[in-house]
């Protein structure tokens, strides 16, 4: 499919099947099985799985079209994609023959959710922290874990689970139906309300010896950055659409809209958030533009342009929203307009696949060499 034939069939989906309904999904807290179905029946879910496999096998451009366009309307939703992604990435890079014949087409497909369970409650940003454990006897592992922030882990049928084992981290994937695995929704989120986060607690769970995932100890050196690298693009990319939804609605608004006699556009302070709106969302796009060649290139530089894409990316999309809800005033407070929501979702992505600070750590010591 050519790239414009690409988009427009994009654009009308997410207009017919997102948009509708993106507030009744943050409301309600979750998307309908229904409509994941129809995502991976369009080749969206599988987007980064090879077509042996079932995918779509899309180019980085595509991919970050996919990102920003679904987060124009429902960041939430759009957070499917890069989970989906993050599992199906190190299940093609780690994955044994057996691991990807038996998993990647389910993924494509959308028989099954993956979900990435790293994060513990004193391990988020250090993840070298974390205390969750595993046993190898004869030809099985034991996991005992207590994962938190596991997005789409409330219907997710395969998990990426880190584990310790005298020091070296390991990952293993888990099916839903082990005995031992214990879901709970994660409540009182103040973004991403749809995303269907949970804890997840690993408690005596026995996996056959096949389901480790690479080798030993790969955990935090090898698939953690890979997936979290896939991660911060995708999310960036999201964040590139939050900016550009926040920007058309106050330019539609500041059109519409009167205050003492005149449209808000021609307020000079409105002009000057407007300004600063536009620069931000284009400088956004003109960074996360950059680094797509990169990736399809396997160019090692596109590691540290993403992240600096991210991080851009996520404070513009936090300023961006911020400024849209201040010019539409108390319009801006209410669910009746999308614009709090952003502004609420915008937030979560200076969190997630490493926090703005961390970000800065790698930036700063990538260039500083320290």
Same mark, same amino acid.
């Given at each position: 499919?050519e790239?414009?034939?690409?988009?427009? %069939?994009?654009?009308?989906?997410?207009?017919?099947?997102? =948009?509708?309904?993106?507030?009744?999904?943050?409301? =309600?807290?979750?998307?309908?099985?229904?409509?994941i179905?129809?995502?991976?029946?369009?080749?969206?879910?599988?987007?980064?799985?090879? @077509?042996?496999?079932?995918?779509?096998?899309?180019?980085?451009?595509?991919?970050?079209?996919i990102?920003?366009l679904? /987060?124009?309307?429902?960041?939430?939703?759009?957070?499917?994609?890069?989970?989906?992604?993050m599992?199906s990435?190190?299940?093609?890079?780690?994955? +044994? =023959?057996?691991?990807?014949?038996?998993?990647?087409?389910?993924?494509?497909?959308?028989?099954?959710?993956?979900?990435?369970?790293?994060?513990?409650?004193?391990?988020?940003?250090?993840?070298?922290?974390? @205390?969750?454990s595993?046993t190898?006897?004869?030809?099985?592992? +034991?996991?005992?874990?207590?994962?938190?922030?596991?997005?789409?882990?409330?219907?997710?049928?395969l998990?990426?689970?880190?584990?310790?084992?005298?020091?070296?981290?390991?990952?293993?994937?888990?099916?839903? /139906?082990?005995?031992?695995?214990?879901?709970?929704? +994660?409540?009182?989120?103040?973004?991403?309300?749809?995303?269907?986060?949970?804890?997840?607690?690993?408690?005596?769970?026995?996996?056959?010896?096949?389901?480790?995932?690479?080798?030993?100890?790969?955990?935090l +050196?090898?698939?953690?950055?890979?997936?979290? %690298?896939?991660?911060r693009?995708?999310?960036?990319?999201?964040?590139?659409?939050?900016?550009?939804?926040?920007?058309?609605?106050?330019?539609?608004?500041?059109?519409?809209?009167?205050?003492?006699?005149?449209?808000?556009?021609?307020?000079?302070?409105?002009?000057g958030?407007l300004?600063?709106?536009?620069?931000?969302?284009?400088a956004?796009?003109?960074?996360?533009?950059?680094?797509?060649?990169?990736r399809?290139?396997?160019?090692?530089?596109?590691?540290?342009?993403?992240?600096?894409?991210?991080?851009?990316? @996520?404070?513009?999309?936090?300023?961006?929203?911020?400024?849209?809800?201040?010019?539409?005033?108390?319009?801006?407070c209410?669910?009746? *307009?999308?614009?709090?929501?952003? *502004?609420?979702?915008?937030?979560?992505n200076?969190?997630?696949? @490493?926090?703005?600070?961390?970000?800065?750590?790698?930036?700063?010591?990538?260039?500083?060499?320290?």
């Amino acid at each position: 499919m050519e790239e414009n034939d690409f988009k427009r %069939d994009l654009e009308r989906f997410v207009s017919i099947n997102i =948009k509708p309904n993106a507030r009744l999904y943050d409301e =309600k807290g979750g998307i309908p099985e229904s409509l994941i179905k129809r995502i991976a029946e369009k080749g969206y879910l599988g987007c980064n799985i090879p @077509s042996q496999y079932g995918g779509s096998n899309l180019n980085s451009q595509q991919i970050g079209l996919i990102n920003e366009l679904f /987060a124009r309307e429902s960041p939430s939703v759009r957070s499917l994609f890069t989970v989906q992604g993050m599992v199906s990435l190190a299940i093609c890079r780690w994955g +044994t =023959k057996e691991q990807q014949k038996k998993w990647l087409p389910r993924l494509a497909s959308g028989e099954i959710i993956g979900a990435f369970a790293l994060a513990e409650v004193q391990a988020g940003s250090d993840a070298g922290n974390i @205390s969750s454990s595993y046993t190898h006897k004869e030809n099985y592992f +034991t996991i005992n874990a207590n994962k938190v922030w596991v997005t789409f882990g409330q219907i997710a049928k395969l998990f990426l689970v880190f584990a310790i084992n005298n020091g070296q981290c390991s990952v293993f994937l888990v099916e839903w /139906a082990h005995e031992g695995i214990q879901i709970k929704k +994660t409540e009182g989120l103040l973004g991403v309300r749809a995303s269907m986060v949970a804890s997840v607690t690993f408690k005596n769970c026995v996996i056959p010896e096949e389901n480790i995932l690479g080798v030993e100890g790969a955990g935090l +050196t090898h698939i953690a950055p890979s997936c979290l %690298d896939y991660g911060r693009f995708t999310v960036a990319w999201g964040c590139v659409g939050i900016c550009q939804a926040c920007l058309d609605y106050v330019l539609s608004y500041t059109s519409e809209r009167k205050q003492f006699g005149s449209f808000l556009k021609e307020f000079q302070l409105i002009q000057g958030m407007l300004s600063s709106m536009i620069a931000q969302t284009k400088a956004a796009r003109l960074m996360c533009d950059s680094i797509n060649t990169l990736r399809d290139d396997g160019d090692p530089a596109s590691i540290i342009e993403t992240c600096l894409a991210k991080y851009f990316a @996520s404070q513009a999309a936090n300023d961006v929203s911020s400024k849209a809800v201040q010019i539409f005033g108390a319009n801006g407070c209410i669910a009746d *307009y999308p614009i709090e929501r952003f *502004y609420r979702d915008s937030k979560i992505n200076e969190i997630i696949e @490493s926090t703005t600070q961390i970000l800065e750590i790698l930036i700063a010591g990538n260039y500083t060499g320290s």
